[in-house]
T-cell receptor
Framework: GAGVSQSPSNKVTEKGKDVELRCDPI?????LYWYRQRLGQGLEFLIY????????KSGLPSDRFSAERTGESVSTLTIQRTQQEDSAVYLC????????????FGQGTRLTVV | AQSVSQHNHHVILSEAASLELGCNYS??????LFWYVQYPGQHLQLLLK??????LVKGIKGFEAEFIKSKFSFNLRKPSVQWSDTAEYFC????????????FGAGTRLFVKA
């Protein structure tokens, strides 16, 4: 596709429910990132996929968070037993691997836990 | 540890004032440096990047940044800001030692008064 696509764009869920967020990266981009942006705060790194390498999960805040990516395509971020503090915009970005390659961002999924 | 530090969280300027946003990084090895911008209601997008060559990099809309390796800095500058520059600005770094994982700073919110 022309850009990084995320779905849904908005999600309201009840506390304790599980949610799944989807990211379609730009075709040919081997690297994929998930970030979280809480209201009024900066970008918080969550997880990084690079080709067939083991993902860097060092930013996942708890074991309620997990992410998968099949090959160099779609990625899903799953949050189990959602809490109110999970409310944020979840951003996905992709890039080609290589020196100087920029990250292209999706429009984000705004998650609200009520 | 890999990190990016942006010194100013909020900046308020009048139109035509000069701008300098500070960015320092901690990242081993050869680095690539980026500034991204997020205008209200829009995606994060690349403003400029450095990966080799001239340490003074020029980007879109009259922005520039200078890579000073000895100071681990990549400050963003613009001689004369406009109201339309109101946005949030993020400094970011990646490099070969980190598998090109991109780390972002916390962001600086710039408000330009007309």
């Amino acid at each position: 596709g022309a850009g990084v696509s995320q779905s849904p764009s908005n999600k309201v869920t009840e506390k304790g429910k599980d949610v799944e967020l989807r990211c379609d990266p730009i075709s040919g981009h081997t690297a994929l990132y998930w970030y979280r942006q809480r209201l009024g705060q900066g970008l918080e790194f969550l997880i990084y996929f690079q080709g067939n390498s083991a993902p860097d999960k060092s930013g996942l805040p708890s074991d309620r968070f997990s992410a998968e990516r099949t090959g160099e395509s779609v990625s899903t971020l799953t949050i189990q037993r959602t809490q109110q503090e999970d409310s944020a915009v979840y951003l996905c970005a992709s890039s080609r691997r290589g020196q100087g390659d920029e990250a292209f961002f999706g429009q984000g999924t705004r998650l609200t836990v009520v | 540890a890999q990190s990016v530090s942006q010194h100013n969280h909020h900046v308020i300027l009048s139109e035509a004032a000069s701008l300098e946003l500070g960015c320092n990084y901690s990242y081993g090895g050869t680095v690539n440096l980026f500034w991204y911008v997020q205008y209200p209601g829009q995606h994060l997008q690349l403003l400029l990047k450095y990966f080799s060559g001239d340490p003074l990099v020029k980007g879109i809309k009259g922005f520039e940044a200078e890579f000073i390796k000895s100071k681990f800095s990549f400050n963003l500058r613009k001689p004369s800001v406009q109201w339309s520059d109101t946005a949030e600005y993020f400094c970011a770094v990646n490099g070969n030692t980190g598998g090109f994982k991109t780390i972002f700073g916390a962001g600086t919110r710039l408000f330009v008064k007309a």
